[in-house]
């Protein structure tokens, strides 16, 4: 995800997971990602979650008015709703404007 | 992580790890968690990485000043170039302003 390095923004999710396979999590998660891509002003995104049920995903937009838009998608919101009944017990979300960004890549 | 909320500094780190045990990477890894908490403007971090060895870890920081004092501390310089060297195969590092903050946790 390189194409977010200054003057874009980060909305960092973290969240416990409530583990339970076949919850119909993993599907509507991969959903959520396919349709974050087809929205404007996507830039990218990135996950990780641990054994530990702890998770982290920071997605990217070129604007804040973007950000707003996504939050606002009825099926993005009806899916946030599930989350909280049926599958997170902790959330927090941060917006955050990147201010610089660097890194490598071993050759 | 509830001390971050706007204003403060998010550093998101990403990583891709090669994945081999005994390496010194784990006691490394805590020890860097445990000289952040010393360095002052430090507020908290956050740790996530998957089994296919992708991580991202996000420290959370009262200003840019503290956020580089930590950079140029002496330990965590050198600690960075041996997870150049011997840990990881990919890196990417961003400083972002963390504008609002918003969660729940379950009752």
């Known amino acids: 995800m390189d194409s977010c390095t200054a003057g874009c923004y980060a909305v960092i999710f973290t969240s416990v997971r409530d583990a339970a396979e076949g919850d119909g999590y993993a599907e509507a998660a991969d959903h959520m990602v396919e349709l974050a891509r087809q ?34 998608h009825a099926e993005h919101a009806a899916t946030r709703e599930q989350g909280r009944a049926r599958w997170y ?8 404007r990147v201010e610089r960004a660097y890194g490598w890549q071993r050759p």
């Open 39 to 72: 929205q404007p002003g996507f830039l990218g995104v990135e996950s990780a979650r641990g054994a530990d049920g702890f998770g982290i995903t920071v997605s990217y937009w070129e604007s804040e008015e973007a950000i707003r838009a996504w939050k606002q």
């Open 89 to 96: 017990t902790t959330c927090t979300t941060r917006v955050a």
